[in-house]
């Protein structure tokens, strides 16, 4: 998740915050769909023909409507700006994932959030809030677990804030239950990245990223973020001021992995993309590549 276009590298840190929101917006100015209510951010639930995936980032922006509210008919312009306004986080970080979500796709040049459900593109074994593709007796990797959810509910104990150290922790004992339980588990190097980019994601958004790898995301905000798919506004929860770049991240995500142990496990090692619906999941075991 790390390609940004780098226009005014010469200009202090703060003008280029600025200048990112502002030429960002311009070229890629799309309208979210309105809610019944006539709010066009205010949390909706989806409805039973509503699309949603395995991405609870994704389902929270289609819920407040920076996503079409169906989860369907999305481009990569349509990602880049739902995050930039719905969470202040930069193309840097989302334009591979969106990218991403195209792979999954049928469609050549948007995709529904139901799609990226497909196995090993970047969706991925070991998740925080979902069971394994594998695992699950219905193959169903898209509906929020509340039995996955339990290890990071309940980390961080004594405090009421997850950071950096305790979301490593988190990923650490989800590997160790996935290894006992998932037979065709796949746990390598492109899917501990993705996780710990996605750790790293929602410590920062819930929490203050100014402070850096201090950054404390209070738990009743990402309890909310995941369980609800909502964003806790009405709880106290607000965007970052600043904006959440790469740079931003890196340092809660080496914390992150350096937490986690990680150590690869599974079927597969290779750090395979799985290229389409009809895509294998690993072409060297298959003898396609």
């Given at each position: 998740?790390?390609?940004?276009l780098?226009?005014?590298s010469l200009?202090?840190?703060w003008?280029m915050?600025?200048?990112?929101?502002a030429?960002y917006?311009?070229?890629y100015d799309?309208?979210?769909?309105t809610?019944?209510g006539?709010?066009?951010?205010?949390?909706?639930?989806?409805?039973?023909?509503?699309?949603?995936?395995p991405?609870?980032?994704?389902?929270?922006?289609?819920?407040?409507?920076?996503?079409p509210?169906?989860?369907?008919?999305i481009t990569?312009?349509i990602?880049?700006?739902?995050a930039?306004?719905?969470?202040?986080v930069?193309?840097?970080?989302v334009t591979?994932a969106?990218?991403?979500?195209?792979?999954?796709?049928?469609?050549p040049?948007?995709?529904?959030?139901?799609?990226?459900?497909?196995?090993?593109?970047f969706?991925?074994?070991?998740?925080?809030?979902r069971?394994?593709?594998?695992?699950?007796?219905?193959?169903?990797?898209?509906?929020f677990?509340?039995?996955?959810f339990?290890?990071?509910?309940n980390?961080?104990?004594?405090?009421?804030?997850?950071?950096a150290?305790?979301?490593?922790?988190?990923q650490?004992?989800?590997?160790?239950i996935?290894?006992?339980?998932?037979a065709?588990?796949?746990?390598?190097?492109?899917?501990?990245?993705?996780r710990?980019?996605e750790?790293?994601?929602?410590?920062?958004?819930?929490?203050?990223?100014?402070?850096?790898?201090?950054?404390k995301?209070?738990k009743?905000y990402?309890?909310?973020?995941f369980?609800?798919?909502?964003l806790?506004?009405?709880?106290?929860?607000?965007?970052?001021?600043i904006?959440?770049?790469a740079?931003?991240?890196?340092p809660?995500?080496k914390?992150?992995?350096?937490?986690?142990e990680?150590?690869?496990?599974?079927?597969?090692?290779?750090?395979?993309?799985?290229?389409?619906?009809?895509?294998d999941?690993?072409?060297?075991?298959?003898?396609?590549?």
């Amino acid at each position: 998740m790390l390609k940004l276009l780098a226009l005014v590298s010469l200009l202090p840190a703060w003008t280029m915050m600025v200048s990112a929101h502002a030429v960002y917006a311009r070229q890629y100015d799309t309208a979210p769909t309105t809610g019944a209510g006539g709010d066009d951010n205010g949390f909706q639930a989806p409805g039973p023909n509503d699309a949603r995936g395995p991405c609870p980032g994704l389902n929270t922006l289609a819920n407040h409507g920076y996503l079409p509210r169906d989860g369907k008919n999305i481009t990569i312009p349509i990602v880049l700006q739902a995050a930039l306004d719905g969470f202040n986080v930069g193309p840097d970080v989302v334009t591979l994932a969106a990218k991403g979500a195209l792979i999954a796709a049928e469609t050549p040049d948007f995709f529904n959030l139901t799609e990226i459900a497909l196995h090993e593109t970047f969706e991925h074994d070991i998740s925080l809030s979902r069971e394994d593709f594998h695992v699950d007796p219905n193959n169903d990797n898209i509906h929020f677990n509340e039995t996955v959810f339990t290890t990071l509910a309940n980390s961080n104990p004594g405090v009421d804030y997850y950071n950096a150290t305790s979301a490593g922790q988190v990923q650490k004992e989800r590997q160790d239950i996935q290894n006992a339980v998932n037979a065709q588990l796949i746990n390598n190097v492109k899917d501990f990245k993705i996780r710990s980019r996605e750790s790293s994601l929602y410590v920062a958004v819930m929490g203050n990223a100014t402070a850096g790898l201090g950054t404390k995301a209070p738990k009743n905000y990402v309890q909310i973020f995941f369980r609800e798919e909502r964003l806790p506004i009405a709880e106290g929860w607000k965007k970052n001021d600043i904006l959440i770049t790469a740079d931003v991240l890196r340092p809660i995500q080496k914390e992150i992995e350096r937490f986690s142990e990680w150590q690869p496990s599974g079927v597969q090692p290779n750090p395979w993309i799985r290229l389409g619906p009809d895509g294998d999941i690993d072409p060297l075991t298959a003898n396609s590549i």
